[in-house]
């Protein structure tokens, strides 16, 4: 079955220790993104990455890290989690469309909801 | 500027009867995909539908279609004959360059629509 998986799903922890959210897709996608949702905010991008070992930041970067070492999987690291980094974090991943738009549908994981204390 | 605009943050509709819900969007580049994304309570993100820009017939899909309106830069959601499960928060997305999966995916801030019995 094709999907994008995160793990944890649920994450409680305290401020200053390091976590990392796992994301793995299993669809051969170029591209993967980490998105955050908040309330009244919608979905905003955190990083993003074109291909293995190519990430660039997105709408919030900031106190987040990523990296691409294999095509399935893009973790999302917070070295110093702080309270306003509790949210709702999704992974996606699509293909890096050659031909039509049509083929670049986004598929996003479950999500994993963090709360920072 | 806002690059999508979902001006209502929360609607109403009667079981069996069609709704609508609303996008705007803003962009200069002449390619652009525009996406609807679906989330029920359980958090997962579901894609809906999609439209390019240069695509000459609005998108459908089952009981969704978007009322793509280009001079007026809109990409309205219709879904007919509202089910109970349709109640979910509805997120419009837009994708702006040519046929690549590397530009990000912005997201408005959502509608929550709510179907009533």
């Known amino acids: 079955e094709a999907q994008v998986t995160q793990n944890p799903r649920y994450l409680i922890t305290v401020t200053g220790k390091k976590l990392t959210v796992t994301c793995s897709q299993n669809m051969n996608h170029e591209y993967m993104s980490w998105y955050r949702q908040d309330p009244g905010l919608g979905l905003r991008q955190i990083y993003y990455s074109m291909n293995v070992e190519v990430t660039d930041k997105g709408d919030v970067p900031e106190g987040y890290k990523v990296s691409r070492k294999e095509k399935r999987n893009f973790p999302l690291i917070l070295e110093s989690p702080s309270p306003n980094q509790t949210s709702l974090y999704f992974c996606?991943?699509?293909?890096?469309?050659?031909?039509?738009?049509?083929?670049?549908?986004?598929?996003f994981g479950p999500g994993t909801r963090l709360t920072v204390l | 500027a806002q690059k999508i605009t979902q001006t209502q943050p929360g609607m109403f509709v009667q079981e069996k009867e069609a709704v609508t819900l609303d996008c705007t969007y803003d962009t200069s580049d002449p390619s652009y995909g525009l996406f609807w994304y679906k989330q029920p309570s359980s958090g997962e993100m579901i894609f809906l539908i999609y439209?390019?820009?240069?695509?000459?017939q609005n998108a459908t899909e089952g009981r969704y279609s978007l009322n793509f309106q280009k001079a007026r830069k809109s990409a309205n959601l219709v879904i007919s004959a509202s089910q109970l499960g349709d109640s979910a928060m509805y997120f419009c997305?837009?994708?702006?360059?040519?046929?690549?999966?590397?530009?990000?995916?912005?997201f408005g801030k959502g509608t929550r629509l709510s179907v009533i019995a």
């Open positions: 996606a991943s699509c293909r890096a469309g050659l031909l039509t738009w049509s083929y670049n549908e986004q598929f």
């Open positions: 439209q390019g820009s240069y695509d000459q």
């Open positions: 997305a837009m994708r702006e360059g040519p046929n690549s999966g590397n530009t990000p995916l912005v």
